[in-house]
């Protein structure tokens, strides 16, 4: 999961999907595309949605995404164009570039839509983005593990 800087929207992503997918032998891992907040908790306004959903994202820690994630997970799931541009950007090659996903395509496909960032909005973006990235994530779920 990557989004700018890894304290709003891909944690929130990552606290999702790992909530749904918790008996799975999968690794879920967020990134930001930015190293603005590198070792720093999800914004507090994250870990307060995920928390009123009955998900605890408070031992996330911040991290660039690195082109050695290509080789470690087999799906990138970014959250908007920007963040598809940038880590792209970096691919190595057309096999890398395959991994990489718009989110809201799991809901819209082909659709190309980005899940807002809500760091300068209110409270209603996070809510709003947590709600775009649970479909989402319910999606992603049933391909990774459709027997639940």
């Known amino acids: 999961m ?3 800087g890894n304290i ?3 944690p929130l992503a990552e606290g999702i999907l790992k909530s749904k997918l918790f008996r799975a032998n999968v690794i ?4 930001g595309t930015g190293a603005y907040h590198i070792d720093q908790k999800p914004d507090s306004r994250s870990i307060h ?6 998900i605890d994202i408070t031992n996330q820690r911040a991290r660039k995404f690195l082109v050695e994630d290509f080789d470690e997970f087999d799906h990138i799931y970014v959250m908007d164009h920007e963040n598809y541009r940038d880590v792209t950007a970096i691919a190595r090659n057309k096999e890398d570039i395959a991994k990489v ?3 809201l395509n799991e809901v819209f496909p082909t659709e190309n839509l980005d899940v807002p960032d809500p760091y300068l909005g209110g409270d209603y973006g996070f809510k709003n983005v947590y709600r775009m990235l649970d479909e989402a994530c319910e999606i992603i779920a049933k391909k990774i593990n459709p027997d639940g």
């Open 101 to 103: 996903k718009m989110i």
């Open 49 to 54: 949605i995920a928390k009123i959903n009955g």
């Open 2 to 4: 990557v989004c700018l």
């Open 8 to 10: 709003c929207r891909s």
């Open 28 to 31: 879920i891992d967020s990134a």
